[in-house]
């Protein structure tokens, strides 16, 4: 089993930044890639982006390519989620999710394990 907590979110003006972290434990294997979704009560689960095992390939939602930078810290089995120029359009539920194997995917299938999700709220 592996357990994923996520951390960061929060209330913020449309222009700000948020940050957000989420870190595995547990029976991790020894390579594993991460992405993260967003989910709001109109829409599914949308992916916002993921991270290869290595960190040298990164993968980006359309809607927020430009804007948010994902990384990821394997000393610390952390993957990261810096968000900028906010719009209220990412208002939702942010999902952290671990796959099991080197390579992210935008599909929410594709990830074994999911957080329970931070909230982020962008005012206008």
């Given at each position: 089993q592996v357990h994923l907590a996520?951390?960061?979110?929060?209330l913020?003006?449309?222009?700000?930044?948020?940050?957000?972290?989420?870190?595995?434990?547990?029976?991790l294997r020894s390579v594993f890639a991460m992405g993260w979704f967003r989910q709001t009560p109109e829409k599914e689960r949308e992916f916002v982006a993921g991270i290869s095992w290595s960190g040298g390939?990164?993968?980006?939602?359309?809607?927020?390519?430009?804007?948010?930078?994902?990384?990821?810290?394997?000393?610390?089995?952390?993957?990261?989620l810096q968000m900028d120029n906010l719009?209220?359009?990412?208002?939702?539920?942010?999902?952290?999710?671990?796959?099991?194997?080197?390579?992210?995917?935008?599909?929410a299938y594709e990830y074994d394990y999911w957080g329970q999700g931070t909230q982020v709220n962008v005012s206008s």
């Open positions: 996520e951390s960061g979110g929060g913020v003006q449309a222009g700000g930044s948020l940050r957000l972290s989420c870190t595995a434990s547990g029976r390939n990164t993968y980006y939602g359309d809607s927020v390519q430009g804007r948010f930078t994902i990384a990821k810290d394997n000393a610390k089995n952390t993957a990261y719009k209220p359009e990412y208002t939702g539920r942010y999902y952290c999710a671990y796959s099991n194997g080197c390579w992210s995917s935008p599909s």
